[in-house]
């Protein structure tokens, strides 16, 4: 069983200041963990994806995450917010075993940029 | 061609109707996915395809009815729906459905509302 928790529901930032969205997995298998960015009434778009090769991932639009395995926590960092970074983020594990091609999600995080 | 296509952007249908979704990509994938997202919710997995063979059914009620015809195309058939089916639908691809290059590329969705 896999499960994603996403610590935060809201995130408020101002513009050019640092973000952290923070997120833990649990997962029997050795995970592949990503992050999706969701803009308003749009499909989810790939902002970065963990696979073991490396711990600090590197993404679009300057994003990063890092994977501590002793945490279990997958968190997603930006040096310096900008508006068009307002939008829903979802930490997200993919399935071994037998579910292969199931992600789980976690509930998403609401990111608000303030000018 | 790095996306997947989703037609329509918007549907509108009664609860006799039958209508179909329709998802393409022309990235290669073998793997093509359908998902249910509520508002302020994770999208929820409804049906994986892998090389054009259902591979996984979340459960989901007959109304629902999927098709692959090709490697490249996934319909979603509906009929019969109730109101509470009112979401946005997301199709996605990968490569395939296990392993390295599993992270799935999302279309921009259809938004249905059952009258």
């Known amino acids: 069983a896999q499960s994603v928790t996403q610590l935060d529901s809201h995130v408020s930032v101002s513009e050019g200041t640092p973000v952290l969205l923070r997120c833990n997995y649990s997962?029997?298998?050795?995970?592949?963990l990503f992050w999706y960015v969701q803009h308003p009434n749009k499909g989810l778009q790939l902002l970065l994806k963990?696979?073991?090769?490396?711990?600090l991932v590197k993404g679009i639009n300057g994003f990063e995450a890092e994977f501590k395995k002793s945490e279990t926590s997958f968190h997603l960092t930006k040096p310096s917010a900008h508006m068009s970074d307002a939008a829903e983020y979802f930490c997200?594990?993919?399935?071994?075993?037998?579910?292969?091609?199931?992600?789980?999600f976690g509930q998403g995080t609401i990111l608000t940029v303030h000018p | 061609d790095t996306e997947v296509t989703q037609t329509p952007k918007h549907l509108v249908m009664g609860m006799t109707n039958k209508k179909s979704l329709k998802c393409e990509q022309h990235m290669g994938h073998r793997a093509m996915y359908w998902y249910k997202q509520k508002a302020k919710k994770p999208p929820e997995l409804m049906f994986v395809?892998?090389?054009?063979?259902?591979?996984i059914n979340e459960s989901v009620p007959s109304r629902f009815s999927p098709e692959c015809p090709n490697s490249s195309l996934l319909n979603l058939h509906l009929h019969a729906l109730q109101p509470e089916d009112s979401a946005l639908y997301l199709c996605a691809s990968s490569h395939r459905t296990s392993g390295g290059m599993n992270e799935q590329f999302f279309g921009p969705g259809t938004r249905l509302t059952v009258l």
């Open positions: 963990y696979t073991s090769a490396a711990t």
């Open positions: 395809y892998s090389y054009e063979k259902l591979s």
């Open positions: 997962s029997s298998y050795s995970p592949s």
């Open positions: 997200v594990v993919s399935a071994g075993g037998t579910s292969y091609g199931k992600l789980t």
